[in-house]
């Protein structure tokens, strides 16, 4: 017997409808051990446009599958940016039926053609690229803060409905112990080190020059990189202002030449291992609890690398390896307390940053992939142009 579908467009006004939408995930991995249990509050940033600008830039929509008992069974989110021809996807989420996933990329298909699109990208979190992107395809393991796990069908899901690889997330991990460095990193590192016109340290979370420290360097690291819009100094600000509570200054390392600012290597403590108890909620009880946890120290022994950056006219001269042989002048002090590093979203289009996570002691951990749907038959599709050869 043919199940029946139900698709039902969720209004931006509709509170109830944008509840179902981001617990739905609740109900589908339930009992799962390894789902990363993301802050309601987290995801609602993402799919609220006058809560992220960037949905300001183009339509949004947000849909949920119903079966005929009016059960959830799958959920996704669209966005159509107004001067670009490349629409975007994301947070889907579906039961293990393949009508499900086809019922919601069929309806997120025909509203991108309506739109002018020529093609999708998705999984991603519509913003930057620091959370909630890429379908994981390898490395069923439990996730690190706001990076996603999803069960091995989704990956057949994409690939069956037509998407096509656009490039991988690799995610290296690496035991924080001492002596696991690559020779020639501490060797360069350490000629940077001592040479005067260069400088590493890090940051502390009140200093007023940090916000455009990060907004100088990203957009410039990453300006080559397809799909990467720069940002402004008030958005610098705001991710800034959102991890000021969770930052631990040993992980928030930045490169000078001259006292201009041109490379960081911004970790975090996986808070992620405290939220997970709380069940989507961060009320005052909550907020409470990880405070408490999180001052004591004991909850967390997971650093995120965030992200990790050099500007062109500087990288592959040492400065890369220099963050790095700093980083482990820290982690050699005896009150440290994180015991792995997660190296989240290397691209497999940036070969250089692969080969330096593997000489810094870093092995394949899990893959996302980043996939692309051409909908309209002059769309010429090519992968994720190679950069930092």
């Given at each position: ?23 739905f ?16 509050e ?40 107004f ?31 309506n ?61 924080l ?12 590192g ?25 907004r ?10 397809d ?24 992980l ?74 700093h ?42 992939t ?20």
């Amino acid at each position: 017997m043919t199940q029946t579908l139900i698709i039902k467009t969720i209004d931006s006004t509709d509170n109830q409808g944008i509840d179902q939408f981001i617990r739905f995930p609740y109900t589908l991995y339930k009992g799962n051990p390894l789902w990363g249990n993301p802050l309601d509050e987290d995801v609602k940033k993402r799919i609220t446009p006058t809560l992220n600008p960037y949905l300001q830039k183009g339509d949004f929509q947000l849909w949920i599958v119903q079966d005929e008992s009016k059960t959830i069974v799958g959920r996704i989110a669209a966005f159509a940016p107004f001067k670009e021809k490349i629409g975007q996807l994301g947070f889907f989420e579906c039961t293990e039926n393949y009508s499900v996933a086809k019922l919601l990329f069929d309806t997120v298909k025909k509203w991108m053609l309506n739109h002018k699109m020529e093609a999708i990208d998705g999984p991603v979190n519509f913003g930057m690229r620091d959370e909630f992107w890429g379908c994981l395809v390898e490395g069923e393991y439990e996730p690190v803060y706001n990076m996603p796990y999803n069960p091995p069908y989704y990956k057949e899901y994409f690939e069956k409905y037509g998407f096509l690889n656009y490039f991988n997330q690799i995610t290296y991990l690496r035991p924080l112990e001492l002596g696991i460095l690559h020779p020639l990193v501490t060797r360069a590192g350490r000629r940077i080190l001592k040479n005067k016109d260069f400088t590493v340290h890090t940051i502390g979370k009140d200093d007023p020059l940090l916000p455009s420290y990060f907004r100088d360097i990203y957009n410039n690291a990453w300006a080559e990189f397809d799909g990467v819009p720069p940002i402004t100094l008030e958005e610098a600000n705001k991710q800034m202002a959102m991890i000021k509570p969770i930052i631990d200054k040993r992980l928030l390392i930045f490169g000078f030449y001259k006292a201009q600012p041109i490379s960081f290597f911004i970790m975090m403590p996986d808070i992620g291992q405290i939220f997970k108890r709380f069940n989507g909620k961060f009320g005052w009880w909550e907020k409470l609890k990880f405070f408490f946890l999180f001052k004591q120290g004991k909850s967390i022994d997971r650093v995120i690398g965030r992200i990790f950056g050099v500007i062109p006219e500087f990288q592959g001269k040492g400065m890369e390896a220099a963050m790095v042989v700093h980083f482990e002048d820290i982690v050699s002090q005896p009150d440290f307390p994180y015991k792995t590093l997660e190296l989240n979203w290397i691209g497999d289009f940036n070969p250089t940053m692969m080969k330096v996570s593997k000489m810094i002691g870093g092995t394949e951990h899990k893959k996302h992939t980043t996939y692309r749907l051409p909908i309209v038959d002059h769309f010429d599709f090519h992968r994720a142009k190679v950069v930092n050869k």
